[in-house]
């Protein structure tokens, strides 16, 4: 099978790493194509960025349509774009955040997020919201670096994220911990080992989830909600999204 992994951001060295993790864990009869963008930012960190990436994440979907793609995992951690992308297509679409924290929910309790900046706070909340699992996620937690210092600095990233871990445990009676980047997926393993609990990176976890749902021949519901979107003609910037 083929899974599409879209790194939303346009930085091709996170992509690169967020491949690696995609290919540590999928099976040998599996092909990952890992792809940015051609246009968004270099880092989602705001509504502002998550937006503007959306058009270049539903771009990649629409391609795959003539790659042969079998499932889509769409890698940053606030799903941008997901329910849309789910329109454009019948194959499987799964974020990571989504991912990381249905597979948390089969394994613990209660658990926390450690993610980047602080203002990212309250847009993984509302997710977390979304998709109904505030009585299971006790805290998101953050730190005071940004989605790329993880890329340049990997050794200050870990220590922040074991730092943050273990205030997760002990102070949240978090029982796994979930990581709010896809950036972070190279630091889970050794997390895990570092801190006792469940460490989720949610690159890996939408993966396995894909495999999966393609193994049992389900697609993507079209009987409503996410029907294709009603053709229409789109004006400057967005034109090329109309209806032909």
Known sequence: MK???????????????IEHAAKSVARTDTEIIAVSPAMGPVSIESYY?????????IQEVQKGAHEGIDAYVIACYGD???????????????GIAEASMYMASMLAARFSIVTVLP???????????SYGMDHRIVNVRTTPMCVLDFERDPEAGMRMLAEEGRRAIVEDHAEAILL???????????LEKELGVPVIDGV?????????????????????????????????????????
């Not at 894909?210 to 993507?220: N, P, R, S, Y």
């Open 119 to 129: 203002r990212i706070k309250t847009m993984l909340e509302e997710l977390v919201s």
């Open 49 to 57: 960025d998550e937006y503007l990436a959306i058009p270049g994440v």
């Open 3 to 17: 899974i599409k992994v879209i790194n939303p951001n346009t930085t091709w060295e996170m992509t690169k790493g």
């Open 180 to 190: 709010g980047c896809a950036g972070m997926a190279e630091f889970a393993n050794n």
């Open 204 to 244: 890996v976890a939408a993966v396995k989830f894909a495999e999966a749902i393609v193994d049992l021949g389900k697609t993507t519901s079209k009987l409503k909600t996410y029907l294709p979107p009603e053709k229409k003609a789109f004006i400057g910037m967005l034109s090329s999204f109309g209806s032909k």
């Open 80 to 94: 941008p774009g997901l329910q849309a992308a789910r329109e454009v297509t019948q194959a499987p679409v799964i």
